[in-house]
């Protein structure tokens, strides 16, 4: 899949395709069926596909401080994303301009004059266009004018209720990561580059692999039994805390991994961290010795989920 910057960057080999627009965060489930139409549809047109989308998110340009948290940030999109069948990603620089862009003008500078859009789908709710004025209606009028096809991808359920980047987060945040993992179809994963950190962990015989988060908000907090990609032997298990380390006054969010049974040096590293079982909420200990016989305990809950899943799989 490549990756394009803008519209500028948009060349001749570039049109001519099948196209989806969406901001994709987390790609759960009905993002994937929306892309699974757009494949299946383009290889029977003989059109490559694309998938636009924006940065910042829209809610995060309009209302910065009270957008909710991103599930996936971009890097962690596209690394999903390359799994589907998807030729191109076209991102778009959400700005005043392109926020004041009537529908009107979106369609024929993004759609037409771009990419030269042959077949359209979004989902069934899309809105787009200064004032969310443009809706499906407005495509299929703009299709039939201009020659391309517009569907909409009817709405996706999973639990009786539509599966959205809401209910995701929801769950997540109601710590019910199984739910999670079904709404995604697949455990919830962060990436991130290994950094180095202040040593305290090791200092009470539990060193962590420390990952900056570069968040605003990060839809989980707290303690849980995670599994990490990446590296030689995969994945190795361990306990992670989300957060911002209240028993050492910490105010940056941080996740910080302990692997079972590590001890390689693994700074620099691009790592994968799957969520797979959340064991409680980050809390204050007054000391580092009761931070310490909790990290015992936690690491103790974290092997016997695992030692339980294998138990019921063989």
Same mark, same amino acid.
Request: aromatic residues 10%.
């Given at each position: ?202 200092? +009470? ?60 040096? +693994? ?27 909790? +990290? ?19």
């Amino acid at each position: 899949m490549r990756l394009i910057r803008g519209l500028h960057n948009l060349r001749e080999e570039h049109r001519t395709c099948a196209v989806t627009i969406g901001n994709f965060d987390g790609v759960h489930l009905g993002h994937q069926a929306v892309l699974g139409q757009l494949a299946e549809r383009a290889g029977e047109l003989g059109l490559s596909t694309t998938v636009v989308t924006f940065e910042p998110q829209p809610q995060e340009y309009f209302r910065p401080d009270e957008a909710p948290p991103r599930l996936t940030k971009f890097r962690e999109k596209f690394a999903v994303l390359r799994r589907f069948s998807v030729d191109r990603m076209l991102c778009l620089r959400f700005d005043r301009r392109l926020a004041q862009l009537s529908p009107q003008q979106f369609v024929q500078e993004v759609l037409l004059d771009g990419l030269g859009v042959r077949y359209l789908v979004v989902g069934d709710d899309f809105r787009f266009g200064r004032g969310r004025a443009g809706d499906f209606r407005f495509l299929c009028e703009a299709g039939d004018k201009h020659g391309f096809q517009v569907v909409h991808m009817h709405t996706f359920d999973v639990g009786g209720a539509r599966v959205s980047s809401t209910r995701v987060r929801e769950a997540l945040a109601a710590g019910d990561l199984s739910f999670a993992e079904q709404l995604l179809g697949r455990p919830y994963r962060m990436l991130g580059r290994v950094a180095h950190g202040d040593k305290r962990g090791r200092d +009470i015989g539990f060193p962590t692999a420390n990952i900056f988060l570069h968040r605003h908000r990060a839809p989980v907090a707290g303690v849980f039994a995670v599994e990490m990609f990446g590296l030689e032997r995969e994945p190795i298990m361990g306990v992670a805390n989300v957060g911002t380390r209240p028993t050492v006054d910490g105010v940056r969010s941080l996740l910080e991994v302990h692997l079972f049974d590590f001890d390689e040096v +693994i700074y620099g590293r691009h790592v994968a961290v799957d969520f797979v079982h959340k064991l409680r909420e980050e809390k204050r200990f007054e000391t580092f010795a009761a931070l310490k016989d909790q +990290i015992n305990k936690d690491a103790f809950k974290a092997r016997r989920f695992f030692e339980r899943r294998v138990t019921k799989t063989t």
